[in-house]
């Protein structure tokens, strides 16, 4: 399928065509580097992805006792909560805004609680297409304390208008997200993403992004904006997959994680797996909500 040149895709499935020599970045490089001034419980963590990943027995109990949740944003097709309560009860919830048909929060947007669904401009952002709730599983299965703020880009076809993008990151940011995941992919950029993408940074949100399942030796947009971490796919055994976008690893930012045959929740009800840079990328921000969790949580 073609990339119209304002939609990005969904970045489920890989493509075996890429021959790229690949190289592991080191876990110890990688920081969260977003300027984070208001955000002070983003800096001077003694924790790092390195130790995270080595622990999964720790990661796998954190639940959190108290304080403010980390906030995972997912831009994706939606969440499928009807058939998966896990999903629901990891939903984020709009402390400025009630169920009442009124615009409380005044952002243009009535009752928009748990997110808001870009595509048909309403509260309910359903999963119609099965990626989101697959993401959503994900993040949730690598970090069972965070809230999903859910933001629906994605049509029932997988593809999701630049315009929704850039209007659902600024919301994110409006809404004091702690991280922004971006489980898609476009070969071409967009003027307006990049500038949400950039007041995200500014703000001190962590940006994901799926580094895109083409073999290309760089990463897709939004994953090659400065500042972006670009999420690539290995197996299990850490080995990368030859579809996995940017491979080099030349980029301080691109990260080699684990994106192949990961357990994920299916739209509809019960489990599957999923393979592909987004699944990567959605491992790589509930690694992220840990750390932000870590963070806090040692203060
Ligand atoms: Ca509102
Ligand atoms: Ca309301």
Do not use: C
């Not at 020599?21 to 876990?27: F, G, K, T």
């Amino acid at each position: 399928m073609g990339l119209a040149e304002s939609t990005a895709r969904s970045q489920a499935g890989g493509l075996a065509d890429g021959t790229t020599q690949w190289l592991s970045n080191s876990w110890s490089e990688l920081q969260p580097s977003g300027k984070a001034k208001r955000r002070r419980r983003h800096q001077g963590s003694s924790a790092s992805l390195a130790e995270l990943a080595q622990q999964p027995a720790r990661l796998k109990n954190l639940v959190a006792p108290g304080g403010p949740p980390i906030v995972v944003a997912l831009l994706d097709s939606g969440i499928d909560t009807d058939h998966h309560q896990s999903l629901s009860n990891s939903l984020w919830n709009n402390s400025k805004e009630s169920a009442d048909g009124i615009d409380n929060s005044k952002n243009g947007m009535i009752d928009d609680i748990t997110g808001w669904n870009f595509v048909g401009n309403n509260p309910w952002a359903n999963d119609d297409e099965g990626h989101g709730t697959m993401m959503a599983s994900i993040i949730t299965r690598q970090a069972p304390m965070v809230r999903l703020m859910n933001l629906k880009v994605m049509d029932a076809n997988g593809t999701a208008n630049m315009r929704y993008i850039s209007a659902a990151i600024d919301y994110a940011v409006e809404n004091d997200a702690d991280v922004i995941n971006l489980s898609l992919g476009a070969r071409s950029s967009d003027a307006s993403v990049t500038r949400a993408i950039e007041k995200a940074l500014e703000a001190g949100v962590i940006v994901v992004a799926a580094s895109g399942n083409n073999g290309g030796k760089k990463s897709l947009f939004p994953a090659n904006v400065p500042g972006v971490w670009s999420a690539g796919a290995t197996d299990r055994k850490g080995n990368i997959k030859e579809w996995s976008n940017g491979g080099q690893g030349k980029g301080p930012q691109h990260v080699l994680i684990h994106g192949t045959k990961l357990k994920a929740l299916k739209m509809g009800g019960g489990n599957g797996h999923t393979t592909g840079t987004s699944a990567a990328a959605a491992h790589l921000s509930g690694l992220f909500a840990n750390l932000l969790y870590l963070q806090q949580n040692q203060r």
